[in-house]
């Protein structure tokens, strides 16, 4: 086992049933998860996009 290897302390993290993955795309203001661009916010939430609603 060899130590100082470049990219050994960088594994790339599978997108697969790991919360540290998807936490950064919770809202943090209405906790809605915003997969992709565009995404509803739950009602009330000050960081919705507000021409979103009407
Ligand atoms: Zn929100």
């Known amino acids: 086992m ?3 290897e470049p990219g050994a302390a ?3 993290v599978q997108p697969q049933g790991d919360a540290v993955c998807w ?3 919770v809202c943090e ?3 809605a998860l915003l ?3 565009g995404d509803p916010h739950r009602p ?3 960081a919705a996009p507000r ?3 009407p």
């Open 2 to 4: 060899t130590q100082g």
């Open 10 to 12: 960088a594994e790339p």
């Open 23 to 25: 936490l950064h795309l």
């Open 29 to 31: 203001s209405c906790g």
């Open 35 to 37: 997969e992709r661009e």
């Open 44 to 46: 009330g939430c000050d």
């Open 51 to 53: 021409e979103a609603r």
